[in-house]
């Protein structure tokens, strides 16, 4: 019998963590506490691409340029194979004044990303996006099409085994699952399931609010982006506006406040939607990692026990990119990105 996987978490990372381990021959089982999908994967807004990225690190922007590379091809292969289309398009992004106009077209060219100054705004062109929400949809059926077991609205219980090997999980049920190894890629619930094993691991969960409109196709051609606000349209007309950074707890809750603020700066960059209806009003929980800078690697009390998680806002596009370091890092391979800037945090 094949080795089994469990997968604790079903965003984008674990899917994808969950598709490479079977392409590998393992069996997996994807638990879930709510449904697949449906936290930050669903809230985020899809942009495949590091937002100003010459203000991150490198180990961010290395993992996001890497997993943005797949998701033509993922998409297309979802296509193709569930009949569900996530609707990838290269659609760009023109970034408004201010930001540092010298450091963004050095950073373009050392990168290889194609750049063009446009009166005062940068255009990238090479920018995709995909409808995320789709996206996990497509995901969903092909990780069903592919065997994998999945299990949701079951909540695992903080790590109670003392360190060396997990030989079992519960749940709040008093379900019990062994497996051969565990893949940890819970977002910002990572921490809390790890209970006293998180030792240095520091993330925690961050809000993010977005507006829905409705405008004709094509009104907006590409995505737009000033001081940490974008607006994303999607190919039937849909507007995105976002995103807020609120450091508030697991509280998903929407405010009026935000929701006002999002509406204001939405018309600033789009007049359209001065007077157009706000249809939906909604919030998710990013998992914020020091830096940004995500943990895939193993845990360092357990030799069965990997962590695929703190993506921050980034899990979307980094996730082909991460499950392949996971599912490498697991088989003993050398994975294709360099995996070191990823390792559990050490102390201090």
């Given at each position: 019998m094949s080795e089994h996987a469990?997968?604790?978490?079903?965003?984008?990372?674990?899917?994808?963590?969950?598709?490479?381990?079977?392409?590998?021959?393992?069996?997996?089982?994807?638990?879930?506490?709510?449904?697949?999908?449906?936290?930050?994967?669903?809230a985020g807004g899809g942009i495949l691409f590091p937002l100003l990225p010459w203000n991150y690190t490198e180990p961010v922007n290395r993992l996001a340029l890497a997993g943005a590379a797949h998701h033509a091809t993922l998409c297309e292969q979802l296509l193709a194979e569930t009949g569900i289309d996530p609707q990838f398009q290269m659609c760009g992004m023109r970034i408004l004044p201010p930001f540092d106009l010298a450091v963004a077209r050095q950073w373009c060219q050392a990168h290889s990303i194609a750049s063009e100054l446009e009166s005062e705004s940068l255009w990238l062109p090479q920018v995709a996006q995909a409808r995320n929400p789709r996206l996990m949809q497509a995901l969903r059926a092909l990780m069903l099409k592919r065997g994998v077991t999945l299990l949701e609205h079951t909540q695992l219980l903080p790590l109670q085994q003392d360190s060396g090997r997990v030989n079992a999980w519960q749940d709040s049920e008093g379900h019990v699952f062994d497996a051969d190894i565990f893949v940890l890629t819970a977002g910002a619930w990572s921490q809390g399931l790890l209970g006293r094993h998180a030792l240095s691991l520091r993330m925690k969960p961050m809000r993010g609010q977005m507006l829905l409109y409705q405008l004709p196709p094509a009104t907006l051609p590409s995505l737009l982006y000033q001081e940490d606000f974008y607006l994303i349209p999607r190919m039937d007309g849909h507007i995105l506006a976002g995103s807020t950074v609120e450091d508030v707890g697991f509280n998903k809750a929407t405010t009026p406040a935000i929701a006002t603020l999002l509406a204001t700066r939405a018309a600033a960059l789009l007049p359209q939607l001065a007077d157009a209806e706000i249809i939906k009003h909604w919030s998710g929980l990013r998992p914020g990692s020091p830096d940004n800078v995500p943990v895939i690697a193993r845990h360092p009390a357990f030799d069965n026990l990997y962590l695929n998680t703190?993506?921050?806002?980034?899990?979307?596009?980094?996730?082909?990119?991460?499950?392949?370091?996971?599912?490498?890092?697991?088989?003993?391979?050398?994975?294709?990105?360099?995996?070191?800037a990823y390792a559990f945090p050490k102390p201090g």
């Open positions: 469990v997968i604790i978490g079903a965003g984008a990372v674990g899917c994808l963590s969950a598709l490479e381990l079977v392409q590998r021959g393992w069996r997996v089982t994807v638990v879930e506490r709510g449904r697949l999908g449906m936290e930050s994967s669903w703190g993506h921050f806002r980034y899990g979307v596009t980094m996730a082909p990119a991460s499950a392949e370091i996971l599912a490498s890092l697991v088989c003993g391979e050398a994975p294709a990105v360099n995996a070191e």
